[in-house]
């Protein structure tokens, strides 16, 4: 009788601290993404040179693309690492494009200026690009394969290393299992 | 039986409403849709949750993104749109979290189902248990079942017996003796009331009535309860009834102190699991008008709402313990001792993660230990924290001069330290420094152009060979190590500069699940701090790694050298993995 009180005692209690440990554990602001392996959402933009660049116009090479703001820290502790990594791809079949949300364009124009960004950088100005890549925490970089396929997703800062692996894998076509996260700053 | 289906019956009298009042509140599928768009814009924004915000709908948040994906939603409308098309669109952008009432299917089925099933259950407790309770009372009603036991009460109740004996308090058995003599007491008190006048007949035949009831399973209840060992033998000589031996004696009485013991068990479980989540998942205050639970409860960044009251005044404020840690950090760093630097520094950015002098620190650190990229990224996230924050624009510009031959970063860096700098020996030496890189920015107008290829060398494209020197060799392990390879180990092959003691090396390489023998080549791409030249005279060695890191030696590692320093360029550079740790 004792034993079974126990058990049902159990049986009611834990699954409710399992609930409780998962609440706590989980970052409430994560989003999982379900765009990883599906196709690439098109948009065109104006870049800052005045140009204007569509997604469909890049088919048949790997792109990186990378949302950012001038005001987000870990999109600017990332900025060097991204401009040094388009100068090492630049001439292969490989398309950096960044996406500024959010911003003023006197801020941008100051950041691109200051991290010596050289690969091309349009505005969002509606937020219709960011909402379509269900942006939430910057930088958020996708890396779309030659066939207009997302690979992968990285929330947060990316690292060397991270870019490199990750531009060969969208090369290939290789699909990523799961979302990266790194130190991000949600959006406003 | 036939009572308890009356009992269930009832029951579905009080559950029934209740359900139809909890159902009848449920959020039920937009029925009507009014003709304006903004309203309906509206609507749809109240079920679509913002994505940056805690617990608000995108239709009551003021964050941007939620404005915007309001345009969004006003734009598929006046596409023509239905509000269901356009909430599919969002749940194929953010997944179905983006919608604030789940759907009621699969998992989310149970997120609708759960909290009636919970409350059903919890009445249907309540019910059970005061039916108990009600139930216990409703057999003390009199009963002439056993005249011979009522017989008995009236008998003992008559004279004053002994109190229990002591041996026994504590027991069940004791507290069963202890009320028996309690209803005996009350029963002749009653007596002595009525026998004074001061009781009516029938309220002293009620009582007494309830009296002897409540003495009859007392005595029934002392009849089954066993007593202790030790008081069994003067319980015989009383002339109790002997069942209570044939009892399990031990079982029963144990059976309370085992359940307080699990019960305590797991309420101190209980309390430590919730005292630990808790403190991982509140951070500190950054400051007095800080919310604790702050950007993780209410989507807002340390500081709570005053976070956007500048990023320069970050520095400033900060929790009780930061200037502590940060101060410990100082110092270890200036004893060199960096291991605890690094910690003092980690702990002060996990309470204020833009503090611009953990970072900076961390960068000096970083740059120290030869990560020029990491430690830039340090200093910009300090100076993105404080964009004036000397000591950071110093560690940049200086690495930026040094570690990178960046010389226009660093001129632009070190320029605006100087602007904010009091003038002193200290300004003077970077106006030193800066007329230093101007020489020698000048100096690599002139022959720079090999340089400056091989620090913006593209990168190794699959199959194509690295560009530039190479020392490439073959790795073989000594067959008396061969039983000792580890399958999953990973090599690293370690470049210094000829004669440096100690230090960065100038390059490492790393191999994962090396097989033997194994033909290598190492290049500039593997030199650690960009911007290095790959020349000259280096000693080469290989590790064969156990744990992978880089950074420890341990027992079960394999490791080899090449005897003498080496040109770049050499071929048929061979190691052997010789040695054991």
Redesign the interface.
């Known amino acids: 009788m004792?034993w079974r009180?126990?058990v049902i005692?159990?049986a009611v209690?834990l699954p409710l601290?399992g609930i409780?440990?998962y609440g706590?554990?989980r970052d409430?602001?994560y989003?999982?993404?379900?765009?990883i392996g599906q196709q690439a959402a098109p948009f065109t933009v104006t870049l800052f040179d005045g140009k204007k660049l569509s997604l469909d116009d890049l088919r048949g090479k790997t792109v990186f693309l990378n949302f950012w703001a001038s005001w987000c820290?870990p999109c600017?502790?990332?900025?060097?690492?991204l401009e040094?990594a388009w100068?090492?791809?630049k001439?292969?079949d490989v398309v950096f494009l960044g996406v500024d949300i959010?911003d003023t364009e006197e801020d941008a124009r100051a950041y691109l200026r200051e991290f010596d960004v050289t690969y091309p950088n349009g505005r969002d100005l509606?937020?219709?690009v960011?909402?379509?890549?269900?942006v939430?925490g910057i930088p958020e970089t996708f890396f779309i394969d030659p066939q207009g396929r997302i690979t992968y997703k990285h929330v947060g800062?990316l690292g060397?290393p991270l870019i490199?692996a990750k531009l060969?894998e969208a090369?290939a076509g290789i699909v990523s299992a799961k979302e990266g996260k790194g130190?991000y700053q949600?959006?406003? | 039986m036939l009572n308890f289906k009356l009992k269930i019956r009832n029951l579905k009298f009080i559950i029934l409403p209740f359900l139809v009042q909890l159902f009848s509140v449920l959020p039920l599928a937009v029925a009507a849709q009014p003709p304006d768009l903004e309203a309906q814009a509206r609507q749809i924004a109240a079920e679509l949750r913002c994505p940056v915000c805690q617990n608000l709908s995108a239709g009551d948040s003021p964050s941007e993104l939620a404005q915007q994906m309001k345009g969004i939603i006003l734009e598929q409308l006046k596409e023509g749109k239905s509000a269901d098309e356009i909430k599919a669109y969002f749940v194929s952008k953010y997944g179905e979290w983006v919608l604030l009432s789940p759907p009621a299917r699969g998992f989310g089925l149970l997120v609708w189902v759960l909290p009636y099933v919970v409350a059903v259950a919890g009445i249907v407790l309540v019910l059970l248990v005061v039916r108990r309770w009600t139930g216990k009372k409703g057999r003390q009603e009199p009963s002439a079942a056993d005249p011979a036991l009522l017989a008995r009460i009236k008998r003992e109740a008559a004279i004053e017996a002994p109190a229990p004996p002591e041996r026994e308090s504590g027991s069940p058995r004791a507290e069963l003796l202890q009320e028996q003599a309690r209803l005996y007491a009350d029963l002749r008190e009653l007596d002595f009331d009525y026998r004074a006048g001061k009781l009516s007949e029938t309220d002293y035949q009620d009582l007494r009535n309830t009296l002897e009831t409540e003495a009859v399973l007392v005595l029934k209840k002392i009849e089954t309860t066993p007593a202790r060992r030790a008081a069994t033998a003067p319980q015989a000589s009383e002339g109790q009834p002997s069942i209570e031996k044939k009892t399990a004696q031990t079982q029963a009485s144990a059976r309370p102190g085992w359940q307080l013991a699990a019960g305590g068990a797991f309420l101190l479980l209980f309390g430590i699991t919730v005292g630990v989540l808790l403190t991982k998942s509140v951070r500190p205050r950054g400051s007095d008008q800080d919310s604790i639970t702050g950007d993780f409860l209410t989507g807002t960044g340390p500081g709570g709402m005053a976070g956007g009251a500048g990023m320069a005044g970050m520095g400033a404020s900060s929790s009780r313990d930061l200037p502590a840690l940060l101060a410990q950090g100082r110092a270890a760093y200036e004893k060199q001792e960096l291991p605890k630097a690094i910690q003092a520094f980690k702990d002060a950015l996990a309470l204020d993660p833009n503090q611009p002098e953990a970072h900076t620190y961390m960068g000096l650190i970083l740059a120290q230990a030869g990560h020029a990229d990491g430690a830039l990224m340090a200093f910009d996230r300090a100076l993105s924290a404080n964009p004036k924050f000397p000591l950071a624009l110093w560690g940049k510009g200086m690495l930026l001069y040094q570690g990178k031959q960046d010389f226009a970063g660093a001129r632009a860096t070190l320029q605006s330290l100087i602007e904010i700098m009091p003038a002193g020996e200290e300004k003077n030496q970077i106006q030193k420094t800066l007329v230093e890189i101007n020489e020698a920015s000048k100096g690599r107008k002139e022959g720079p152009k090999k340089a400056k290829a091989e620090a913006a060398a593209p990168p190794a494209q699959p199959g194509a060979q690295p560009q530039g020197q190479q020392i490439r060799g073959t790795i073989t392990v000594d067959p008396k190590l061969k039983s000792k390879l580890d399958g999953k180990a990973v090599l690293f092959i370690v470049v210094y500069q000829a004669g440096s003691t100690g230090g960065a090396p100038l390059a490492v390489k790393k191999i994962d699940k090396p097989v033997f023998p194994l033909p290598y080549s190492l290049g500039s791409e593997s030199v650690m701090m960009a911007g290095m030249p790959f020349s000259g005279k280096v000693t080469v060695s290989v590790r064969l790694d156990k744990d992978g890191n880089a950074m420890t030696k341990g027992p079960g590692d394999l490791t080899g050298e090449r005897n003498g320093p080496v040109e770049v360029g050499a071929q048929k550079v061979d190691i052997v993995l010789d040695r054991a740790m």
């Open positions: 004792a009180r126990l005692t159990l209690l601290i409780l440990a706590f554990m409430p602001r989003i999982n993404s379900p765009l820290p600017r502790a990332e900025a060097r690492d040094a100068q090492r791809v001439n292969s959010q509606t937020g219709k960011a909402v379509d890549y269900g939430w800062s060397t490199t060969e090369r130190s949600t959006v406003r």
